[in-house]
């Protein structure tokens, strides 16, 4: 980094150290504590690697209680921290006791330093972001003097002291609704062991993975089939493997993830809860699939912005006596955002108990609302009847930068349209300038959501010529954005 003062040059006296990066270890029992039925344990250490003091951390957290009781969090540790119950945008906050007062705090966490602290909720494990943040170790009165005394202001010394935050995965409570769903909370465990084995290093071996993987997909088989005693076989199965690696090729988060989530499964099931998977009793149709996609909350499917050559596999698996014949499965509600090659494919023959993988390909357009998600359901069809259903979420991620496109048409007369395309929420202003810097129209200024934007632009009442369109704008992480092209005018 360069510092300029005084006209003349000065290479940079000052560290520049990196983020604090906070490593979250954890473990989950249960507990009768304030009647609640699980304690979450944390250890919070400032990592070896960091060069900063970790003075504060977030954890998002999906239980309301906190809201509540914010004696739900139980802190145990030498140095004075303090923890905050659960805010308005669902995390838990935590922040050394000094910290408003001087810089860094004496209760931060050095490299290699921790703290424990413990939340007790009736939510399952749910793998969720942290974030810690940090300070430089302090500036000491000498270094100041001899920074003065070379030229450096204030402001040139402290630039960027503090560094953004870092961000890495833990697990907290999620609190599920009461109407439960069997076909979205499998989702939902599938997702957790995929994660866990692929993603996160939290199950470190490949044959148990596959293992774990084929008795998740034989419990939804057999809740498909309405058979919920081979089911919950299969998922005692499942639960005493998972308690059978725990601390071997399982870690404690990944062992709090799968065993409990199944276990809360195995006590809706014992109770007679509710397992409709929404699907016919002959004929099942189950996700194998979705190629392209980005990684997601459960049972979202986020699909790349604009993307081209997704690729959507199913596969129909026939549960009945006897063999299915003439069936096809139709796409029968597909968001306007979407465009499949072909909305219905038809199938072979199926025996009795074998299954057919068929593939949809599609394409994702630019006109959507980044984060929402909408619906896609296919129906099975047989001799003209709907014979079963299957409904999958998506979502389209935010473009990946930030882009001014050229104007269409150009040359004009006497409308074009202007586009442009957004990677976060961004205060954007676009002006329209004369071939002399004057400024003739601003046709934007708002605060606009992730995704790509267009806007016709009437010059009717102008003059042929040169015009500049100028795309200003600020992102909500602070980057500066600016562009500009020419178009021309011509009557």
Known sequence: MILYFCSTVIEAQIPRPDKAYGVFSVSVDEVDTLGTSLGYSYLLRNSEQSEQVLDA????????????????????????WYLDGIATNGAIFGAAASRIIELPPENGLEPKEKINFKLFSNGLPAIVPFYTEGFTPPITFELLDTLYAQGYTDEEIFLDWKEESYKGITISP????????????????DSYQHRSCEELGWITNKGICNSLEVKLRNVRRHLERDKPKQAR????????????????????????????????????????????????????LIITAIIGTLPAAAQTYTIPFASKGNTLQLEVVNYGQESGQGLLVQAVEIPDWISLSADKLHLDNISSGEGQIITFHFDAG?????????????????????????????????????????????????ATTISYQLPEQTKVTVQIFNILGQLVSEPVNASQKPGKYQFLWNASQYASGVYLYRFVGKTQSGKQLMEQRKMLLVK
Do not use: C
Not at 237 to 247: K, L, M, P, S, Y
Not at 257 to 274: P, Q, V
């Open 233 to 284: 076989n299969v998922l005692n199965a499942f639960i005493n493997q998972v308690e059978a690696q725990r601390g071997k090729h399982i870690t404690e988060e990944g062992y709090a993830l799968l065993y409990f989530n199944a276990e809360y499964l195995m006590d809706k099931l014992d109770s007679g809860g509710e397992t409709d998977m929404n699907l016919s009793k002959a004929f099942a």
């Open 366 to 414: 630019e006109q959507v609302e980044v984060g929402e998600v909408h619906t896609l359901v296919f129906h099975i069809i047989q001799s003209g009847e709907v014979i079963g259903e299957k409904k999958f979420k998506l979502t389209s991620s935010a473009p990946a930068n930030f882009e001014l496109f050229a104007n269409y048409p150009n040359p004009f007369n006497p």
């Open 57 to 80: 951390f977030t954890i998002f957290i999906s239980d309301p209680a906190f809201k509540k009781n914010p004696n739900l969090i139980k802190y145990q540790g030498l140095k004075k």
């Open 174 to 189: 999620k609190v599920w609704a009461e109407d439960f769903d069997t076909s979205i909370f499998l989702d939902s465990l």
